[in-house]
């Protein structure tokens, strides 16, 4: 007996080789065709552009002015001039080197997003299995009481049944096939949103095996991993990083700016030029700039933190959660599959062993144990996805 349940739980466990390659190829055709992700690329490309943008030497200054003399014997003037300004060249690398930071950050932004998706894809897909299980399912029942409606509506028309009999075989019937019909409309509904996120592309997927992943055997040292590939973490972190290279910009920024330039004057026949040098005296502009990002630091290393603890937390949560639905699972699965009635109260009602309202009730009792056992594996499934999100 416990060689049987051993490998019952081991069945429970794995999910068969060729189910888990489809849910990954479904996920891949997601990843492809989702709108959201695709478009969230090309704003992201956009920003990255942006990020790029002004960082470099503003555009130099070219003037040049005819001034007309009175009285006419003084003659007129040209002058012309070009000048460069720029800000204290320490400037221009902390600009860079912030940009280059920034954008690498926004493909962090895409990966977190992208996973989000993803398992939202994967949640769907699991609760498809459980809706295509369950469907199955209730068809063989449909089938065995339109089966048990046969026979009752026989006895009634030779007066070995009563109304009461049929009319309850019947509407047990409609019950079950009104249950079944629900299901399927629920089916559909996880097709079409499964359809949304793979871009208006239709996906039939018929798989019935629940997958049931198994849980890491120590959570801190698993936490670890998962903590270092969490994106969204990945991304706060270096939000901190972003914010110290902000202020290593705010202090370069806060050094007098500086301009040079060529400058000429021509009048009467006479020129007089030369270079034109020019330092602003940082007064008032730039005042608590750097104050303003020091503060960015503190607000970046608080967010971290509290994401980081809630992270923590909510993985912690279903680590145990999924510790108690896969052990429920595993029970309900070793129980139906040891203990099934199933086929001996047919047995026995067609015998007339035991009455029709007996057989209703003990076929009851496997009816909800089946359907406990399939929500407990749905719910391990989920609760292991969420878990496991920074995998995908």
Same mark, same amino acid.
């Given at each position: 007996m416990k060689k049987i349940l051993f490998t019952l739980l081991s069945l429970c466990i794995l999910i068969p080789a060729q189910a888990q390659n489809e849910i990954e190829k479904i996920l891949q055709d997601v990843e492809a065709n989702n709108t959201t992700l695709q478009a969230l690329q090309k704003q992201i490309d956009v920003q990255k552009l942006g990020n790029k943008t002004g960082i470099w030497l503003p555009d130099p200054e070219i003037t040049f002015e005819h001034l007309w003399g009175t009285p006419r014997e003084i003659g007129n003037q040209n002058d012309f001039g070009i000048t460069q300004s720029f800000d204290f060249p320490t400037v221009y690398g902390h600009r860079n080197k912030l940009a280059g930071m920034e954008n690498q950050n926004l493909d962090r932004l895409y990966q977190s997003e992208r996973i989000n998706i993803l398992l939202r894809a994967k949640q769907i897909i699991i609760k498809l299995i459980y809706n295509n299980a369950l469907s199955k399912?209730?068809?063989?029942?449909?089938?065995?009481?339109?089966?048990?409606?046969?026979?009752?509506?026989?006895?009634?028309?030779?007066?070995?049944?009563?109304?009461?009999?049929?009319?309850?075989?019947?509407?047990?019937?409609?019950?079950?096939?009104?249950?079944?019909?629900?299901?399927?409309?629920?089916?559909?509904?996880?097709?079409?949103?499964?359809?949304?996120?793979?871009?208006?592309?239709?996906?039939?997927?018929?798989?019935?095996?629940?997958?049931?992943?198994?849980?890491?055997?120590?959570?801190?040292?698993?936490?670890?991993?998962?903590?270092?590939?969490?994106?969204?973490?990945?991304?706060? $972190?270096?939000?901190?990083?972003?914010?110290?290279?902000? *202020? +290593?910009?705010?202090? &370069?920024?806060? %050094?007098?700016?500086? #301009? /040079?330039?060529?400058?000429?004057?021509?009048?009467?026949?006479?020129?007089?030029?030369?270079?034109?040098?020019?330092? $602003?005296?940082?007064?008032?502009?730039?005042?608590?700039? *750097? +104050?303003?990002?020091? &503060?960015?630091? %503190?607000?970046?290393? #608080? /967010?971290?933190?509290?994401?980081?603890?809630?992270?923590?937390?909510?993985?912690?949560?279903?680590?145990?959660?999924?510790?108690?639905?896969?052990d429920t699972a595993q029970k309900y699965r070793a129980a139906l599959s040891s203990y099934s009635n199933e086929p001996l109260l047919k047995k026995a009602l067609d015998a007339g062993e035991i009455s029709l309202l007996d057989y209703l009730l003990e076929l009851e009792f496997y009816y909800d144990a089946f359907n406990n056992m399939l929500e407990a594996e749905r719910d391990y499934a989920l609760a292991v996805a969420e878990l496991t999100a920074v995998e995908l």
């Open positions: 399912d209730y068809a063989q029942r449909v089938e065995n009481d339109q089966i048990i409606v046969d026979s009752y509506q026989k006895k009634f028309n030779l007066g070995e049944a009563d109304a009461i009999e049929r009319n309850k075989v019947y509407l047990t019937l409609i019950a079950c096939a009104n249950k079944k019909e629900k299901i399927d409309i629920e089916r559909e509904a996880l097709l079409n949103e499964l359809k949304s996120l793979n871009g208006g592309k239709k996906i039939q997927y018929d798989e019935t095996n629940i997958p049931l992943t198994p849980l890491p055997s120590n959570f801190d040292e698993w936490y670890a991993t998962a903590e270092s590939k969490s994106p969204a973490l990945q991304y706060l $972190s270096k939000k901190v990083d972003i914010s110290k290279q902000q *202020v +290593k910009v705010s202090r &370069a920024q806060a %050094l007098p700016k500086l #301009s /040079a330039g060529y400058y000429s004057e021509r009048i009467l026949g006479e020129k007089l030029q030369g270079a034109t040098i020019g330092i $602003s005296i940082p007064l008032w502009e730039n005042r608590n700039t *750097v +104050k303003q990002a020091k &503060a960015g630091i %503190l607000s970046s290393e #608080s /967010a971290l933190e509290d994401n980081r603890n809630q992270f923590y937390n909510r993985l912690q949560n279903l680590f145990n959660q999924s510790t108690g639905l896969r």
